[in-house]
């Protein structure tokens, strides 16, 4: 059952994936006013037009937020059903770290550090630095942190879980912000709380695997799903 919820997710974080590999292009449909640049020369006419291109800049941004937010929060939003899912049964069965945060906490920081991610790549975007490669890698990237609920709270593979974040913590400073900060600073510093977040989460992670360990493919999740299951199933039994 798991198993093809999981194929299900992996298939909605590829079209995000490839949503935002191509949105990159949005500003194609949008006002075609060149914003300026150094390479244009600085005559009385170009003078001129700056307000006008000021305005088509911010207009060009305030539309790619939007779309790029909305798709980064709605890409956030699809292992929502499976993290409920755990949290109502195994999960809150198994041990856990002393320093785990409460369950309804979780949702409301992602939600914003998926919004603050997709107004960073929208600037990205709207000045058209973002480039192929950083394009990719920014892909690549959203689909292992969208994968990571499936592959945790719903197969129940803690380790796999742990090292999906090593991957998403080593792309983002040896990669993603490094490029951002080059391209346009501000965009860089909003990726930061994310990777402070993204650190805790990996050493919250390492805490689960830990006090969890997995043996054969085997770990106490997996066995507190197996008994809710029997439960429910012996409660149709008697007729509870």
């Known amino acids: 059952y798991y ?14 994936s490839a949503l935002l590999v191509l949105l990159p292009h949005a500003h194609s449909l949008l006002p075609s006013t060149s914003p300026l640049r150094p390479s244009i020369p600085l005559t009385p006419l170009t003078v ?8 088509s800049e911010k207009t060009r941004l305030r539309s790619l937020s939007t779309v790029y937010i909305a798709g980064h929060v709605l890409g956030g939003l699809t292992g929502t059903p499976i993290v409920l899912r755990a949290t109502k049964s195994w999960y809150g069965r198994i ?15 992602w939600s914003l550090l998926y919004a603050s991610l997709g107004y960073a ?15 990719i890698l920014w892909a690549v990237h959203m689909a292992l942190n969208y994968a990571w ?20 913590i080593a792309s983002l400073i040896g990669g993603i912000i490094p490029a951002f900060l080059r391209a346009d600073p501000l965009s860089g510093y909003l990726l930061f709380p ?37 439960r429910q199933d012996a409660a149709k039994r008697v007729g509870l």
């Not at 790549?121 to 394009?135: D, F, K, N, Y």
């Open 95 to 109: 041990p856990l770290p002393s320093y785990t945060p409460p369950n309804g906490v979780f949702g409301p920081i």
């Open 194 to 230: 994310y990777a402070v977040w993204l650190s805790f989460a990996a050493f919250l992670n390492a805490g689960i695997c830990r006090l969890n360990p997995t043996e054969k493919s085997y770990n106490n999740a997996k066995l507190e799903a197996d008994l809710e299951v029997l």
């Open 3 to 16: 198993y093809a919820i999981f194929s299900k997710m992996i298939s909605l974080c590829g079209m995000f």
């Open 149 to 168: 609920a499936p592959i945790f709270f719903g197969m129940k593979r803690l380790q796999m879980g742990l090292w999906i974040n090593f991957g998403l």
């Open 121 to 135: 790549i929208a600037r990205i975007s709207s000045r058209g630095l973002l480039t192929r490669q950083i394009g």
């Open 48 to 55: 001129r037009r700056a307000p006008l291109i000021y305005r």
